[in-house]
């Protein structure tokens, strides 16, 4: 038997985990562009080409088990919505809780790199 992961709180997902998540695409799309937009040297085009693949590859499968969590879990996603107040615990599976691990680690990698400029 597969041991369980921790809950993690509805209210948790709507309001940081779902928000962060889309601020590290939009930044790591953005800063990524930049850098190619910018770039003239064929090697440094090349690993950020190639680095930007990997972190849509990241995102795709963070995406896709977050996406598992938001069907499942979607009525008492949509009642926190509403009435923060209404909290509840959302038990996730092995992959969501992967993605959910995943897209923290993601979001402070970038956080690290933004402090880092």
Known sequence: MKPQAAP???VYVVTELI???NTVEKHI???ISAVLDASQLPTQIERY???QIEFQLELTMIRMNLEHLLKRYHRELE???NDPRKD???TLDQHESVAVESAKALYERVQRLQQAR
Do not use: D, G, R, W
């Open 8 to 10: 993690i709180s509805a």
């Open 49 to 51: 080409t190639k680095l």
């Open 29 to 31: 799309e953005q800063t």
């Open 19 to 21: 928000p962060k998540l």
């Open 88 to 90: 509840v615990l959302l």
């Open 79 to 81: 009642v926190v919505m």
